[in-house]
């Protein structure tokens, strides 16, 4: 079965600094996608690629995938404090699928 | 657009009973599916539902159903519990312009005592 293997598992940064959170799987990955969650709640979608390669972006947050499909990256520039709660990558392993699988999840702490 | 909302969102109940949650999906959304989230095991995926077939399954005792009607709100029942099947529920759902994009809803925080 596909597993996702998220480093680091827990972040602690200053306010303002640049961080990036990986993402990798030994299989190829058919639609990455990346969350935030506030413990005990629901998911935040944050953006899902399907194309090797690409690159997708929003406000300070940037993710991209590799052109092989086995590791993607989460990029933070200028870290806020509303940055702050767990990161999750999930990927499906059949190309369509609704049926995704996660990493264990990043925690990420931003320091005022 | 109103989000993915999922009832009740706090349930305590004890073992051996069996209890139902239900998500509404976005509107317009025709897949829903569900995940467990526990603190040893992580996200895992239940069962996904499409046009009120289940159309994919994950690795689950049969105590863990679900069902979805013809609005594309689903329903998950879980019967006979036990002590660890203590976790949060997320249902989440997709098929809009982007169609694989999965939204989740705030789930269920379930607790058997």
């Known amino acids: 079965s596909q597993e996702l293997e998220q480093s680091p598992q827990s972040l602690i940064v200053q306010e303002g600094k640049n961080l990036t959170i990986n993402c990798t799987s030994s299989k190829t990955l058919y639609g990455l996608y990346w969350y935030k969650q506030k413990y005990g709640e629901g998911l935040i979608f944050l953006m899902m690629l399907q194309k090797g390669g690409e690159e997708k972006s929003h406000e300070k947050i940037t993710a991209k995938l590799d052109e092989k499909k086995q590791q993607s990256s989460l990029h933070i520039t200028a870290s806020q404090p509303s940055h702050a709660g767990i990161y999750l990558c999930?990927?499906?392993?059949?190309?369509?699928?609704?049926?995704?699988?996660f990493g264990q999840g990043t925690r990420l702490t931003i320091n005022p | 657009k109103a989000g993915v909302t999922q009832t009740p969102r706090y349930l305590i109940k004890t073992r051996g009973q069996q209890v139902t949650l239900s998500c509404s999906p976005i509107?317009?959304?025709?897949?829903v599916s569900w995940y467990q989230q526990t603190p040893g095991q992580g996200l895992q995926f239940l069962f996904e539902?499409?046009?009120?077939?289940?159309?994919n399954k994950g690795n689950f005792p049969g105590r863990f159903s679900g069902r979805q009607f013809s609005n594309s709100r689903s329903e998950m029942n879980v019967s006979t519990l036990e002590l660890g099947d203590s976790a949060l529920y997320l249902c989440?759902?997709?098929?809009?312009?982007?169609?694989?994009?999965?939204?989740f809803g705030p789930g269920t925080r379930l607790t058997v005592t």
């Open positions: 989440a759902s997709s098929g809009g312009r982007s169609i694989y994009e999965q939204y």
């Open positions: 539902y499409f046009s009120e077939t289940q159309r």
């Open positions: 509107s317009g959304h025709r897949s």
């Open positions: 999930g990927a499906s392993p059949l190309q369509g699928a609704q049926k995704l699988v």
